[in-house]
T-cell receptor, first 114, second 118 residues
Framework: AQSVAQPEDQVNVAEGNPLTVKCTYSVSGNPYLFWYVQYPNRGLQFLLKYITGDNLVKGSYGFEAEFNKSQTSFHLKKPSALVSDSALYFCAVKGRAGRRALTFGSGTRLQVQP | EAQVTQNPRYLITVTGKKLTVTCSQNMNHEYMSWYRQDPGLGLRQIYYSMNVEVTDKGDVPEGYKVSRKEKRNFPLILESPSPNQTSLYFC?????????????????FGEGSRLTVL
């Protein structure tokens, strides 16, 4: 079975500081990995994905994520946080065979203080 | 504009009163799916559809039905709603079925439907 863990319910960071939102996964074989963001009263929006190739993936709004196979992690990062980055972030994983659906983590609320 | 449209956005109903939440996408996507979002549990998949007339259960299908008679529409049916189905529901679609090397997994989500069952 595939699973995703987001160990922090909330991450607080000051505007201008770097941010990291953690994600670890469990899946058979090589994974597809994704980050989605949810703003208040909105649906989820795709941020970035890792399919293959470079371990550092760049996405929308200045976000990036680093795939670490040995640690089975896919942490979301941004060098300089903005207040407008405050939202709920979901990590998701899918194996390359079998189950035809994404498994989402429980979400991490990012709060960026001015 | 490419979008996934859900209706209603908000609904309060009573136990046992059948309801349908509609979902429509205008991107000619093959894959559609329903999720429910509950605090601390993230998104859990209810049902999905790989294409017209092809549907399958997700992680939490009990108490729900779906149909896919047309490519663009994927309604979620609660035949006899119960209070434990109070939740925020999202419909999503994707160009392909997320399977194998073809699917990239990028899902497009609707705005959500908040359902309260009393």
């Amino acid at each position: 079975a595939q699973s995703v863990a987001q160990p922090e319910d909330q991450v607080n960071v000051a505007e201008g500081n770097p941010l990291t939102v953690k994600c670890t996964y469990s899946v058979s074989g090589n994974p597809y990995l994704f980050w989605y963001v949810q703003y208040p009263n909105r649906g989820l929006q795709f941020l970035l994905k890792y399919i293959t190739g470079d371990n550092l993936v760049k996405g929308s709004y200045g976000f990036e994520a680093e795939f670490n196979k040995s640690q089975t992690s896919f942490h979301l990062k941004k060098p300089s946080a903005l207040v407008s980055d405050s939202a709920l972030y979901f990590c998701a994983v899918k194996g390359r065979a079998g189950r035809r659906a994404l498994t989402f983590g429980s979400g991490t609320r990012l709060q960026v203080q001015p | 504009e490419a979008q996934v449209t859900q209706n209603p956005r908000y609904l309060i109903t009573v136990t046992g009163k059948k309801l349908t939440v509609t979902c429509s996408q205008n991107m000619n996507h093959e894959y559609m799916s329903w999720y429910r979002q509950d605090p601390g549990l993230g998104l859990r998949q209810i049902y999905y559809s790989m294409n017209v007339e092809v549907t399958d259960k997700g992680d939490v299908p009990e108490g729900y039905k779906v149909s896919r008679k047309e490519k663009r529409n994927f309604p979620l049916i609660l035949e006899s709603p119960s209070p434990n189905q109070t939740s925020l529901y999202f419909c999503a679609s994707s160009l392909s079925g997320l399977a194998g090397a073809v699917g990239t997994g990028e899902l497009f989500f609707g705005e959500g439907s908040r359902l309260t069952v009393l």
